[in-house]
Each structure stands twice: as structure tokens, then as C-alpha cells.
């Protein structure tokens, strides 16, 4: 079974520059995560998708931030304008769960990520 | 909010000797707790899961208790191999999502 795949896994911008991170979780996986993982620190929940629709983004910096998963599989992240403070790993995970039912393990499946460094 | 709190690292170790990370979560009602393993390279891989208080979770060895008198859930294991060398997150389920801990470097020498 292939696992979740992410691309780039680096990238190098200068600040107030754009990009984009995408991801395509395990087959037949409806829950989908993007994290933030400033080094030192934990993974940050930046938003979550069940198939196409936002489950919470409410951490989401939606001034600079977006994030689609339009057909309910694939995904990507966008910064645009990014700031200095956005250098972090972003890492992509999938679940088999759906958010609100019993029988969702909080197993999460992870990507390798991509590594963003703003200079 | 929920939150989870690690020793902080790096745990330097030589291979046999006895591992203990600390753990302790605030959460809201009785969340699963899991503890998530990162190798040099890879993505983060579930280690080990407890989903109500006094389940022992365990894998490879490690082995860690939920406590719920003392909200904790600490991992061990008896003997550390040179290869179990990586980054160690705690994490607790929420409603919907996990909440990780910082994280604690693990680095065994031969």
C-alpha cells in the first residue's frame, strides 16, 4: 500500500514569495491534515478535511494561507505572501476515519513533509 | 484547551540502558493518548495507542501506561538498541484531531 505522498520535499523562498505544497493521502483515506512543525516543537494542526469539505481551519493564518482539496482526494497548501516565521516543515496526514464517528482510532498516517525555509 | 507536555532533550543513552520518557497531558474528559516515533528522514509513524485509563500500550518493546489519577502516560523500555535513536511525540486525541507534545530527541550509542 503506498503511503502519503508529498512534494517538494524542500523548498528555499524569500519572504512576501508564494508556494505551494501538495499531497495525496492513502487510497480510499476521507480524513485529510495539513501540519506545521517549526523545529523544536510539535506538529501544529493547520486545517483538516473530511473528503472535500473543512472540518477546522481555525488555525489557519487565513490571510496568508489556503488550502483546497477540491475532488476529495489530493491536496495543497498555499502561502502567499510568506513571512520569515513560516519556515517549518509542513507535513501532510491522512486518516481512514470520518471526523465524527465512534470507530475513528486518531490514527494518523504521515507523509515524509516539506521543508520551507523564508529567507 | 487540551495540551501535552515532554521531558525536554535530547535523551543520550548507550545501547541496553533503561528509557523512560515523561509525559503528562490536560485534557478535558478522557482522551486517547499515543505515542507517534520520527526516524532520521522519515514522517512520523504511530509507536503505541491507550484509549481509557489503566490500557498499556506496546510495540517494539516500548511499553507506556495511562495514568489517569496522574494524567500521564510515560514510555519505557527495558533494554535501547542504537536503531530505536529518533525524535519521541506524545499526543492526544481530541474531538477530532491530535494535540503532540514537543517532542523528545532519543540518541543511543553503541
Known amino acids: 500500500e503506498a503511503g502519503v505522498a508529498q512534494s517538494p520535499r524542500y523548498k528555499i523562498i524569500e519572504k512576501r514569495q508564494s508556494v505551494a505544497f501538495w499531497c495525496n493521502p492513502i487510497s480510499g483515506h476521507a480524513t485529510l491534515y495539513w501540519y506545521q512543525q517549526i523545529l523544536g516543537q510539535g506538529p501544529k494542526l493547520l486545517i483538516q478535511?473530511?473528503?472535500?469539505?473543512?472540518?477546522?481551519d481555525s488555525q489557519l493564518p487565513k490571510d496568508r494561507f489556503s488550502a483546497e482539496r477540491l475532488k476529495g482526494v489530493d491536496s495543497t497548501l498555499k502561502i502567499q505572501p510568506a513571512k520569515l516565521e513560516d519556515s517549518a516543515v509542513y507535513l501532510c496526514a491522512s486518516s481512514p476515519g470520518l471526523v465524527i464517528t465512534a470507530t475513528n482510532t486518531g490514527e494518523l498516517f504521515f507523509g515524509e513533509g516539506s521543508r520551507l525555509t523564508v529567507l | 484547551g487540551n495540551s501535552v507536555t515532554q521531558m525536554e532533550g535530547p535523551v543520550t543513552l548507550s545501547e541496553e540502558a533503561f528509557l523512560t520518557i515523561n509525559c503528562t497531558y490536560t485534557?478535558?474528559?478522557?482522551?486517547?493518548l499515543f505515542w507517534y516515533v520520527q526516524y532520521p528522514g522519515e514522517g512520523l509513524q504511530l509507536l503505541l495507542k491507550?484509549?481509557?485509563?489503566?490500557d498499556k500500550g506496546s510495540n517494539k518493546g516500548f511499553e507506556a501506561t495511562y495514568r489517569k489519577e496522574t494524567t500521564s502516560f510515560h514510555l519505557e523500555k527495558g533494554s535501547v538498541q542504537v536503531s530505536d535513536s529518533a525524535v519521541y511525540f506524545c499526543?492526544?486525541?481530541?474531538?477530532?484531531?491530535?494535540?503532540f507534545g514537543k517532542g523528545t530527541m532519543l540518541l543511543v550509542s553503541p
Open positions: 485534557a478535558t474528559g478522557y482522551p486517547s
Open positions: 499526543a492526544l486525541k481530541g474531538y477530532s484531531t491530535l494535540t
Open positions: 491507550a484509549t481509557k485509563a489503566d
Open positions: 478535511f473530511q473528503n472535500n469539505g473543512v472540518v477546522d
